[in-house]
C-alpha cells in the first residue's frame, strides 16, 4: 500500500471515531438518567428570589382597577355561570360557626355597649353626598342616622378581652403542611413522570393529563409543558434534582410571581383604605373578612367592619363576632335593609371615625347575574360617593373546582375584582385552580384560606405553593 492509501485510512478511521464520541454525546443528552439526588444540602435556597411564609404586605391602594395582566383565553367555555347556587357548603348547612365558640367574658365598660348596632332606620337624604354621579340612576340611599355616642366603638382604644392573633409572619410555612397533604401528589406524579428517563409522546401526553386533573386547566397545560419540552431538550437536565428544580421553575413562572399581591389596605391621608369583599354565600366570605380584620388588627391596623350581607342576619351577627373577638366594630343594617345602604354607612363611619379600614362584607346569593350586577354595582357606586374603593377581593372555594371559576367570570363582569381569596384550600387537591384563576381573570390570588381556625388565613406565595405541590 502506498504512503496515500495509508493517511486516507487513517483519516477515515479518525472521522469515524470523532462520529462515534459526538452520536454517544448526543445520545447521553437527550436521555434523563436518574440518579439518585445527593442528599440536599440543609441551606438549599429553594426560594428561588421569593421569600417563602413571609408577612402579609399591604399597599396603599388606588380605584380597584381592571386586570394587570392581560387576560388569558377562557380554556372551558361550557356551562353557565351558577351565580344563584350556593358553593359546595350550602349557607345554611350545618356548620360549625363562629357564633358557636366560646367567647370570654367580655371586660366592657358598663357605658360602652360596644356591639350595639347602628339601626339605619332613618329617611333622611344623605346630606355628604355633593355629587350624585351623573350616570348612575340615583341609588335610593337611605342614610342611616350615623352612630353617635354609644356606637362609639371604644373597643378600638380600649380593647375589651380579645383574641390572641397568631403571627402574621411565616403563616404560609406554619400551614404548609396542609396544603402538602392534598396536592402533593399532583407533584410526585409529575416528578415520576418526567423522572422517567426517555419521555416519548405518550408520557408527554401522560404528564398534559396530570395537570389538567389538578385543574390548571387547558391553556397554562400547555404553556407548562411547552415550557417543560424545551427547556428538557436544551439544558442538560439528568438528575432527578434537576427535573424537580425545572419543573418548580416553570410552575411558578406560571403563577405569575411578579403579580402584586398587596392588600390595598393601607389608609390615605383623610380616610381610610375601603374593601369589599364578594363572592358566592358558603364560599367563606364572612370568614374570609373575618381572619382579614384580624391580621389588619395584629398589624396596628383600626379596622370598622361593615356587615352588607344583610340576606341572613346570622351573616351580620357572624361578622360582628369576628369583630368582638379582634376588638373591630361592625356597621348593620337591619335583616334585608339595602346592602348599599349599610355599605355607606360602613364607610360614612370609618370616615367619622378615622379608622384605617373599612371591611365590607357582601352577599353573594344572587339569582341572576343582573341581579348581581345590580346589586354588587349599586354597592360600589354608592360607596364611592364617599370614597373610593381600594380593593374588591372576591372569595372562591378552591374545592369546587370549575365551578369556582364560572363564578370568578361572572364576578369579574360585574364588578372590577382586584385580587383572590382562594378557600379550603386545606380541604382540595385541586389546588391547581390557582393558576387557571389568575391565568383567566388577569389578577392575582393575594390570599389563602387554609382552615377554619380564625387564623388560618395566609398571603399567598407562588414559590411556597408550588414548594408544597412538590412535596
Ligand atoms: N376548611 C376550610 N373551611 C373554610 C375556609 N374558609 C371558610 N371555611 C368554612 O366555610 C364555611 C362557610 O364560610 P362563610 O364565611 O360562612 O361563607 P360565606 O361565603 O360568608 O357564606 P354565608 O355565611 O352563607 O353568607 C364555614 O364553615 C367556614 O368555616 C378554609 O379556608 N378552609
Do not use: C
Request: aromatic share 2%.
Amino acid at each position: 500500500m502506498t504512503a496515500e492509501a495509508w493517511i486516507l485510512i487513517a483519516a477515515a478511521a479518525a472521522i469515524l471515531l470523532i462520529a462515534l464520541v459526538v452520536g454517544f454525546v448526543l445520545y447521553r443528552r437527550r436521555q434523563i438518567s436518574l440518579t439518585a439526588s445527593k442528599a440536599p444540602t440543609a441551606v438549599e435556597d429553594r426560594s428561588g428570589g421569593y421569600k417563602a411564609g413571609g408577612g402579609f404586605s399591604f399597599s396603599q391602594g388606588g380605584t380597584a382597577t381592571a386586570p394587570r395582566q392581560p387576560v388569558g383565553e377562557r380554556t372551558d367555555v361550557d356551562g353557565q355561570p351558577a351565580v344563584g347556587d350556593d358553593a359546595a357548603v350550602p349557607r345554611d348547612a350545618p356548620k360549625r360557626g363562629i357564633t358557636e365558640i366560646r367567647l370570654p367574658d367580655p371586660v366592657v365598660d358598663e357605658a360602652t355597649p360596644v356591639a350595639e348596632q347602628p339601626t339605619p332606620a332613618v329617611e333622611k337624604p344623605a346630606p355628604a353626598v355633593e355629587k350624585p354621579a351623573p350616570v348612575v340612576a340615583e341609588p335610593v340611599v337611605e342614610e342611616p342616622e350615623l352612630p353617635t355616642a354609644p356606637a362609639t366603638p371604644q373597643s378600638l382604644d380600649t380593647a375589651p378581652t380579645i383574641d390572641e392573633i397568631a403571627p402574621t409572619e411565616g403563616r404560609l410555612d406554619r400551614l404548609r403542611g396542609r396544603l402538602s397533604r392534598s396536592q402533593s401528589a399532583v407533584g410526585k406524579s409529575l416528578l415520576g413522570l418526567l423522572g422517567g428517563g426517555d419521555l416519548d409522546e405518550d408520557s408527554w401526553e401522560e404528564v398534559e393529563d396530570t395537570l389538567l386533573i389538578a385543574d390548571l386547566g387547558s391553556a397554562v397545560t400547555t404553556n407548562v409543558v411547552t415550557a417543560l419540552r424545551e427547556r428538557m431538550a436544551t439544558r442538560n437536565v439528568r438528575t432527578e434534582a434537576e427535573v424537580r428544580a425545572l419543573l418548580r421553575e416553570v410552575l411558578i413562572e406560571a403563577l405569575h410571581p411578579e403579580l402584586d399581591r398587596s392588600i390595598r389596605a393601607l389608609p390615605h391621608d383623610d380616610h381610610p383604605s375601603i374593601l369589599l369583599v364578594v363572592g358566592v354565600n358558603g364560599t367563606g366570605k364572612t370568614t374570609t373578612t373575618g381572619k382579614l380584620a384580624r391580621v389588619l388588627v395584629a398589624d396596628g391596623r383600626r379596622v370598622l367592619l361593615g356587615a352588607a350581607d344583610t340576606f341572613r342576619a346570622a351573616a351580620a351577627d357572624q361578622l360582628q363576632t369576628w369583630g368582638e373577638r379582634v376588638g373591630a366594630d361592625t356597621v348593620r343594617g337591619k335583616e334585608h335593609a339595602d346592602p348599599a345602604s349599610v355599605a355607606f354607612d360602613a364607610v360614612s363611619k370609618g370616615i367619622e371615625l378615622g379608622v384605617d379600614v373599612v371591611l365590607i362584607d357582601t352577599a353573594g346569593r344572587l339569582h341572576t347575574k343582573t341581579g348581581l350586577m345590580d346589586e354588587l354595582g349599586k354597592v360600589k357606586r354608592v360607596i364611592e360617593k364617599r370614597a373610593t374603593v381600594d380593593e374588591v377581593l372576591l372569595v372562591l372555594d378552591a374545592t369546587i373546582g370549575q365551578n369556582g371559576l364560572m363564578q370568578a367570570r361572572v364576578f369579574a363582569d360585574v364588578v372590577a375584582i382586584s385580587g383572590v381569596v382562594l378557600t379550603k384550600l386545606d380541604g382540595t387537591a385541586k389546588g391547581g385552580i390557582v393558576f387557571q384563576v389568575q391565568h383567566e381573570l388577569g389578577v392575582p390570588v393575594k390570599l389563602v384560606g387554609l382552615g377554619e381556625g380564625a387564623d388560618d388565613l395566609a398571603p399567598f406565595e407562588p414559590a411556597a405553593f408550588v414548594d408544597a405541590l412538590l412535596g
